[in-house]
């Protein structure tokens, strides 16, 4: 079967539904752009709102609210995500519990929407040069600027729906996809917005960086400037 690659970078937290399903929830905020990134050529057809390109890279606006899913590929349980690279959600936010709607895939205030994907193996595409604390320790650790999930198409093409907002595309069995939540602008604090998706009151551990300590590789999608820059909008997961 042929191999596909998805690829998420920015404000969201990877949450667990069920033990062949995971989401990525994007953290609502007026500073950050929701979009999905796919290769030139690979690229079939679709109604997506179609962005600026990208070096060499088609890219199209995620709408409010949407609801992403992934028609034809694998779907046998998903690969624990790299940790410490991905923080827990609990390692940021003290004591918490999403909001209920999560678990039902609901509209929330704080949601700007939910790529839904099962099946695959998790790594990391790249790393923020700085490395990052959330204790009040000297323990600095290497986070990701992007992850990985390699998983399996099971037919050519692939489609991708958004079924809050009735947009869909197909892409190449072969594709690499993107989805970002990115900053528009140099964005300091933004993992505070996680405990926008806590059920209860909570409270913010704070970041600590120690600049450059961290080896970033080459990551898969060619970010513009600024954009995701810092370890301050690193992706979560919970559990």
Known sequence: MPSFRIVFSGLMCHAWLSENERAAVL?????????????????????FVEDEPQAGWRRFQIPPDALI????????????????????????????TPVKEIARLERHASIAGYIVYRGGDFSVGCLYPDAATFEDDENYL??????????????????????????????????????THLDKVW??????????????????????????????????????????????CTSSQWP
């Open 27 to 47: 953290v609502r905020d007026e500073k950050h752009r929701s979009l999905i990134w796919v290769r030139e050529g690979a690229y079939l057809e679709g109604n």
């Open 69 to 96: 899913r992934f028609k034809d590929l694998q779907t046998s349980s998903v690969s624990p995500l790299p940790y410490p690279e991905v923080p827990k959600v609990t390692d940021i936010v003290n004591g918490f």
């Open 142 to 179: 290497c986070r990701a600027r992007e992850i990985v999930l390699d998983t399996q198409s099971l037919s050519d093409p692939v489609e991708i729906i958004d079924t809050n907002n009735q947009k869909s595309m197909l892409v190449a069995a072969t594709a690499t996809v993107g989805f």
């Open 187 to 232: 964005g300091a604090g933004d993992y505070q917005r996680y405990s926008t998706i806590a059920e209860f009151d909570t409270i913010v551990k704070q970041l600590k960086k120690n600049p450059r300590q961290c080896h970033p590789g080459g990551c898969n999608l060619p970010y513009p400037a600024f954009h995701s820059a810092t370890v301050e």
